[in-house]
């Protein structure tokens, strides 16, 4: 007989060429569809999705499902989980308020066991873990109420709760706030939590030398530190401020820290920065401005277009309001403002702005200072349109190239418009690899800083330090360390000084 894969005359016979299926959109009529989850059952598939254009790089998103293998007709995916359009109930991870994000939100989403899908999502001033049950089939909510979004959380566990990860019945999550360090835990079945790792619990029992004995300290004072919330009235938007503060603080210094995004959230999650500016007695205010995800959508979607305006001034009418709330805590003279990316485009504006008197000097990491220079140079021009021009009536954004009308519109929003009023120290930290905002936009802003300074007869007091290699975070583990301790020290030497509040 012939040898085994053999054919005749000794060639391999040729197996028949398989047809392939033609490829088939499962959501035209969705606008936006991401990270799909099969369930393990094979039976359901679970996705992120959004029927309306966004022009943002975040928004709120529904949770949808449908039949798999999907039928060939029809497509049948169904909402188990609508967009959260209002504000929250609570703002504390208690209260669901929308699958929220883009990047790392959007890709916890996983099945828990054949009937629970899990995720975590920014809710209010937290990340938090949800379970949902999957009624399955693209059938999820058959015309009636969505099923409850229930928080998965540990007993006793404050701040932001993070999945880590879910299989076979199993999450673990790990949690931390801005008082306590992470720690890491599982729960199995909707049984008894198990905490895997505990970082402060570590730190209590290493002894290895002073340092540790100082960590210790550090952590003991965190976990004593007071934690405030000031909001906005609702006619006022709403916008909202962690505030922590040592105890006992008296007309203590402060900082105010402002995420970027816009489009992300100041969490009650750990930071070491935060904990580095609390243990060196200065108090740290994060605010969620308008546009800040976790607050709904509609929170979210007011920003775009009103870049350089309604941030700048949520950020001022926090400031004020945290001033008034806290005022036996915190000296009005002895504030500053710090941020990274869009953070570092609001220090800069709060440098520069009508009510910079607050603010007695800024850190400014990576920010976008020059919007009509970021449009030819950074790896995202379309978020120069989206959030700095409102665009045609229908929403739809700016028309591409730009026009000269809408080069000094961006240029009108951008804070290097209001640079020849920018009197306070500032410190400037630049990724020179960075293509999200290039380092020429911190660079302008510095070297016309210092023209305008020059022309006024005075010197400009600012400070450059440029990380070679580097992109937007200054990621690496030495260039990062260097960064965020050169911010904190720059901040407490010149935060900490005799007040001089009346």
């Known amino acids: 007989g012939e040898e085994a894969g053999g054919g005749a005359g000794g060639e391999e016979a040729a197996a028949p060429a398989a047809k392939a299926a033609p490829a088939r959109c499962l959501t035209p009529s969705l606008y936006f569809a991401h990270m799909p989850r099969l369930s393990p059952d ?10 309306g254009e966004f022009r943002s790089h975040s928004a709120g998103f529904e949770l949808r499902t449908m039949a798999w293998p999907p039928p060939e007709a029809g497509h049948g995916s169904a909402t188990l989980v609508p967009i959260v359009r209002g504000f929250p109930a609570a703002t504390d991870g208690s209260s669901f308020a929308g699958l929220f994000g883009f990047h790392d939100e959007l890709a916890s989403l996983a099945w828990l066991d054949e009937a629970t899908l899990v995720f975590h999502s920014v809710a209010g001033a937290t990340k ?12 999820a909510t058959g015309g009636g109420p969505a099923p409850p979004v229930v928080p998965l959380r540990p007993p006793q566990c404050e701040g932001s709760v993070e999945l880590l990860g879910a299989s076979g019945g ?33 730190v209590e029992k290493h002894d290895a030398g002073p340092h540790c004995e100082q960590a210790r300290a550090a952590l003991r004072e965190l976990r004593s530190a007071r934690l405030e919330k000031v909001r906005l009235p609702e006619e006022e938007g709403g916008s909202e401020a962690l505030c922590l503060l040592p105890a006992g603080a008296s007309r203590a210094p402060w900082t105010l820290k402002i995420h970027g995004g816009p489009h992300s959230a100041s969490l009650d999650s750990w930071s070491v920065e935060v904990a580095l500016l609390l243990a060196s007695g200065v108090c740290v205010i994060q605010p969620n ?33 945290s001033l008034a709330q806290l005022d036996e805590s915190l000296d009005p003279a002895r504030g500053g403002a710090y941020g990274g990316s869009h953070g570092g485009f609001l220090t800069a504006w709060l440098l520069g702005c009508e009510e910079r008197a607050l603010y007695s000097c800024g850190v400014l990491w990576n920010p976008v200072v020059d919007l009509p220079a970021m449009l030819g140079t950074t790896d995202i021009p379309e978020w120069v349109s989206a959030e700095g021009l409102q665009g045609d009536a229908a929403g739809a954004g700016a028309t591409w190239p730009v026009g000269a009308e ?3 519109e961006l240029h009108r929003r951008s804070p290097l418009s209001v640079i ?4 306070a120290p500032a410190l400037m930290l630049l ?24 022309r006024k007869g005075a010197p400009a007091d600012v400070t450059a330090l440029e990380f070679p290699g580097e992109g937007h975070a200054i990621a690496s583990l030495e260039g990062n360390a260097h960064a965020q301790q050169s911010a904190v020290a720059w901040l407490v030497e010149r935060l900490r000084g005799e007040s001089n509040a009346s």
Do not use: N
């Open 128 to 139: 938090s873990t949800f379970t949902v049950a999957a009624t399955g089939g693209g059938e």
């Open 170 to 202: 199993t999450a673990i999550v790990q949690c931390s706030s801005l008082r306590r360090p992470p720690s890491v835990w599982a729960v199995k079945d909707g049984g008894e939590w198990t905490c895997l790792v505990d970082v402060g619990s570590l």
């Open 420 to 423: 020849d009023r920018v009197e």
């Open 289 to 321: 401005y308008r546009g800040s995800i976790g607050f709904g959508d509609d929170f979210c979607a007011a920003l775009p277009g009103h870049v350089g305006e309604m941030d700048v001034g949520d950020c001022v009418a926090l400031t004020l309001a």
């Open 406 to 408: 809408d080069l000094l």
């Open 42 to 51: 094979g039976r359901t598939l679970a996705f992120a999705a959004r029927e």
């Open 431 to 454: 990724g020179a690899a960075d293509q999200r905002v290039p380092h020429k936009q911190g660079r302008s802003w510095v070297s016309a800083l210092q023209q305008v300074r020059q």
